[in-house]
T-cell receptor
């Protein structure tokens, strides 16, 4: 099963751009890369998904290099409400979550 | 649109008791999943169901059983609860069990086993 590696935690300030990188060296040809956000006492929420190059939606961008062995979630101009745990998944049938990255946004 | 609904929200059991956690989705999704999340940890997959009529083990299936009752409902049963099963349990669904189908989660069941 594909495994991912992310930083355990990150700190930022309001208004800054935050980039969280995920390593997935053994990604397979058919795998998608998906990011989720989780607030305390809630289930994870889908943020963005991509297969290659760059994907952008109303909340984030996802950058995937040509070799697809890593990906970077970019959150523009974070606010206090973006404090959460962010999970990177390489989608396989059994959808395994890693420990995620705890992002703490300070005022 | 309710999405994924889990019941109950909270439960306290004594060691050895049994219970069933219920999950229902109204998005006509084919695949459903059960995860557990221990304090400060990531989610671990217990069981999943790729489609109605099929189930398969995840990372941590011991001590649990599941039933895919129909396309909408996927239940998780603890036959003899143990303190190590104290956790938050999340149910999720996706349109299809393959890339390109994001997971939709419920709000969890908080289970304490004393």
């Amino acid at each position: 099963l594909a495994k991912t590696t992310q930083p355990i935690s990150m700190d930022s300030y309001e208004g800054q751009e935050v980039n969280i990188t995920c390593s997935h060296n053994n990604i397979a040809t058919n795998d998608y890369i998906t990011w989720y956000q989780q607030f305390p006492s809630q289930g994870p929420r889908f943020i963005i998904q991509g297969y290659k190059t760059k994907v952008t939606n109303e909340v984030a961008s996802l950058f995937i290099p040509a070799d697809r062995k890593s990906s970077t979630l970019s959150l523009p101009r974070v606010s206090l409400s973006d404090t959460a745990v962010y999970y990177c998944l390489v989608y396989r049938f059994k959808t395994i979550f890693g420990a995620g990255t705890r992002l703490f946004v300070k005022a | 649109n309710a999405g994924v609904t889990q019941t109950p929200k909270f439960q306290v059991l004594k060691t050895g008791q049994s219970m069933t956690l219920q999950c229902a989705q109204d998005m006509n999704h084919n695949s459903m999943y059960w995860y557990r999340q221990d304090p400060g940890m990531g989610l671990r997959l217990i069981y999943y169901s790729a489609s109605e009529g099929t189930t398969d083990k995840g990372e941590v299936p011991n001590g649990y059983n599941v039933s895919r009752l129909n396309k909408r409902e996927f239940s998780l049963r603890l036959e003899s609860a143990a303190p190590s099963q104290t956790s938050v349990y999340f149910c999720a669904s996706s349109e299809a069990g393959r890339g390109g189908s994001p997971l939709h989660f419920g709000n969890g069941t908080r289970l304490t086993v004393t």
